[in-house]
């Protein structure tokens, strides 16, 4: 599976950004999907998450509310929705593919996109 993170850009805080993965080389309704991001200095964490079927999906405390993760396995693609944006939600953004739903490690994770930065500005 590759996947192909898009969306990013600079936004001022209180806006939204729409951030696309699109999957290709096999199809991947059968894999969980997370969002991941990674800060300057800091590691990367964990985000969002949404289950095979998109029937569940799972957040970090800090984004809970604000953020919203979806999937149409029919276009190989999922989507986070980011709304009310923070300075501290600065960072580079991963999408990633593997076999545990909800899983909150990075090592759990089999496939990733390349990133797509999200800056956002006080």
């Known amino acids: 599976v590759q996947l192909q993170a898009s969306g990013g850009g600079l936004v001022q805080a209180g806006g939204s950004l729409r951030l696309s993965c699109a999957a290709s080389?096999?199809?991947?309704?059968?894999?969980?999907l997370g969002w991941f991001r990674q800060a300057p200095g800091k590691e990367r964490e964990f985000v969002a998450s949404?289950?095979?079927?998109?029937?569940?999906?799972y957040y970090t405390d800090s984004v809970r509310g604000r953020f919203a993760v979806s999937r149409d396995n029919a276009k190989n693609t999922v989507y986070l929705q980011m709304n009310t944006l923070k300075p501290e939600d600065t960072a580079v953004y991963y999408c990633?593919?593997?076999?545990?739903?909800?899983?909150?490690?990075?090592?759990?994770?089999?496939?990733w996109g390349q990133g797509t930065q999200v800056t956002v500005s006080s």
């Open positions: 080389g096999r199809t991947f309704s059968d894999k969980a």
């Open positions: 990633a593919a593997g076999a545990t739903q909800h899983a909150i490690i990075v090592g759990e994770y089999d496939y």
């Open positions: 949404i289950s095979w079927g998109g029937g569940s999906t």
